[in-house]
């Protein structure tokens, strides 16, 4: 843990304008990381740009139609390396808690205008639709439960999570975690839908609780009392979805599991709280998550 390959620290900054309906006419999206596959790939030394850490900046289904990605590789002392999801996993945080934005912007319901950002693309209308139908979305929350919604492909895999939570001071409770999800074809459905449950419980680990720090030149954390994990009593119910489609890419369900949970859990933290927390993990904002059911 002290002599490894970290996950880079990336900087996003997403400006957009928006028309007389709220949409976005126009986005500007600039990426700051260091590398993310050159110790594990080092051709990516001859390329002029490491392709892993734009993940998720290309891959856009939004119908937004003047759209610019800049990137800039940082070089750092610091040795960085992969992660599980790459780098979709920290834009695709970025970009979610942006639109999210946007649609608080225009006073819409957050999953109304990602579905109108959609435009006529019903492979991911399809999957942002099942999510909102099995979370219960046109349907209030129990009193004090707050949900926040994320979409996404990721691994050329769409994918949407729904996360309910409640705030209590700064202690948060999980109440349900609904994904859905379409690789093309689920060759073995269990073991898929196994891969995005165990996504789940990393992207909350990812969201609450682990971070590596530096002081003195060195790596703080030593071991799992400083590098926590989620425990057993921490993860929440989880409901798996999954739809087959006919694209001819078949995607992964290895790595995509985390992908859109991290903002998923942001975006209801904020409709909780009514402050957005543009960093993670959130135990930098004083937040703990607490059990969610009895271990």
Known sequence: MQHDGYRPAVMNRLTAIVDDQGKPASLTHRLVSPTILLPVFPTVAD??????????????????????????????????SVLRTT????NIFAIESFIDELAVNAKKDPY???????GDDSRCIAVLDLVAEKSGWAHKP????????????AFRTVIAHVVELSVKGQDVTIHKVTCVFDCGIALDPDISKSSMEGGIGWGLTVAFKSE???SK????????????LLNMSEMPPVEVHYLN?????????????????VPAVANALFAATGKRYRSMPLSRHGFRLTASRKA
Not at 87 to 90: K, Q
């Open 245 to 261: 489609s006919d694209t001819r890419l078949l995607g992964g369900t290895g790595e995509v599991g985390p992908v859109t949970v």
């Open 217 to 228: 030149g060195g790596v703080d954390q030593s071991n799992y009392h400083d590098y926590q």
């Open 212 to 214: 590596i720090t530096f």
């Open 112 to 118: 109304r205008y990602r579905r109108e950002l959609l």
């Open 47 to 80: 390329a002029p740009y490491d392709p892993s850490c734009l993940e998720g900046t290309l891959e856009w289904h939004y119908k937004i139609f003047h759209w610019q990605v800049d990137f800039h590789q940082l070089k750092i002392p610091i040795k960085t």
């Open 87 to 90: 780098g979709y996993g920290p």
């Open 142 to 153: 129990p009193p004090g439960h707050f949900r926040g919604i994320a979409f996404a492909e």
